[in-house]
């Protein structure tokens, strides 16, 4: 286990080797998938999962990475007060051979704490699109309430559950690459072959802590009602700035 990051601390990574990452891939029994790092990056490495179902795909395809190299630990260097990310995602989508538009792309944000999986998602366009292109997706002021408990068993939903706690236990971050089952117009799955690549890069989160006191506020009024009474105050401490 790698040690604690500091209060903010800006963590990034633009290369992806999977010795770094923890990841899993979730999807259909008719569903194959693989993953790996690719030199498709934007620019150089890049963490890619691909998919392939001959058949009807409805819950569509999530590969989870969590990174092993980077933890924050809320009770040796402060609670988190928010979390703000970015990463580059890339997708390109088939259906029955022929390229198919990217209804929208997501940030999903994972967050592992006691052994839980949390996940903070944020849609972004452009919207129904032709795939194939990369786009930088970020979030800022990200709060603990906004991540919801990752349920294995049901991948495709969001969640509604909390729990993450920013000011408890060691916590692992890492995000997430969904690609949804492929539809018709109507929603219904499409009895089809169906392939896809997905792809991340430029992965960065910043920590900040929770403010604390200013140090040394109100002591000019402490000093004057203190001449004000004739006492002369002399101090052998100094103020230590306030753990951040």
Known sequence: MAAPALAGTVFTDGAFSTSDYIVT??????????????????????????????????SG?????????????PGVSGAIGSLSASLDRFF???VNGAQIAVGSYSLRILAQQDGKIYQSIFTFGPFNQPGGSWYTLAATNIQASDFKLFDPANFSAAGSATGLDFSGDAITFGFAMRAAGAVDANGDPIDLPSSGILRADNFELSI????GPVVGAGLPGLIIAFI???????????????AA
């Open 25 to 58: 891939s979730y999807s259909g029994p008719a569903v194959t998938t693989s993953y790996g790092q690719t030199p498709s990056g934007n620019p150089g490495t890049a963490l890619e999962g691909s998919y392939g179902a001959q058949g009807g795909n409805a």
């Open 61 to 73: 395809v999530l590969f989870t990475a969590i990174n092993t190299n980077f933890v924050y630990n």
């Open 92 to 94: 390109e989508p088939t």
């Open 208 to 211: 900040a802590a929770v403010p």
């Open 228 to 242: 004000g009474i004739g006492i002369a105050l002399r101090s052998r401490r100094s103020l230590s700035p306030l």
